[in-house]
């Protein structure tokens, strides 16, 4: 099995498509429906904590059984999020890239350090 520091994103993207090409799905993966499956795919993740303590989280994680149900569900927006950026040729890294120097100027380490408030706030 794969592990992250030896997969690339392209061979990612390029196994989602080929799994849709040979099932004749692109006609149903327009760039709304797979905004709809990556947001309900995230929903799915969000059950599993809902209404749970910071000790229960750490619970589900050390549990193997519940563990492989919250990877899954990762993985499931992993796949619709490959598949959007495959269909419509977005480059996951630039534009990975590209947000986290956004991020930089909007919360700066001296003003945010410790911090959980929106830049908005500040």
């Known amino acids: 099995?794969?592990?992250?520091?030896e997969t690339k994103?392209?061979?990612?993207?390029?196994?989602?498509?080929?799994?849709?090409?040979l099932r004749d799905w692109d006609q149903f993966h327009n760039a709304k429906d797979l905004a709809i499956g990556l947001i309900t795919e995230a929903s799915e993740?969000?059950?599993?904590?809902?209404?749970?303590?910071?000790?229960e989280v750490e619970k589900?994680?050390?549990?193997?059984?519940?563990?492989?149900?919250?990877?899954?569900?990762?993985?499931?927006?992993?796949?619709?999020?490959?598949?959007?950026?495959?269909?419509?040729?977005?480059?996951l890294s630039e534009a990975f890239e590209r947000k986290m120097k956004k991020f930089e100027k909007k919360y700066p380490i001296e003003k945010f350090?410790?911090?959980?408030k929106k830049y908005t706030e500040l």
Do not use: P, T
Not at 1 to 5: Q, T
Not at 9 to 21: F, G, N
């Open 1 to 5: 099995m794969a592990k992250d520091s």
């Open 9 to 21: 994103i392209e061979e990612l993207k390029e196994l989602v498509k080929k799994y849709c090409e």
């Open 45 to 55: 993740v969000l059950e599993h904590f809902r209404f749970k303590s910071k000790e």
């Open 60 to 91: 589900m994680f050390e549990n193997s059984e519940k563990r492989e149900e919250i990877e899954d569900e990762i993985a499931d927006v992993m796949w619709f999020l490959f598949r959007l950026a495959q269909k419509y040729n977005v480059d």
């Open 113 to 116: 350090k410790g911090s959980n």
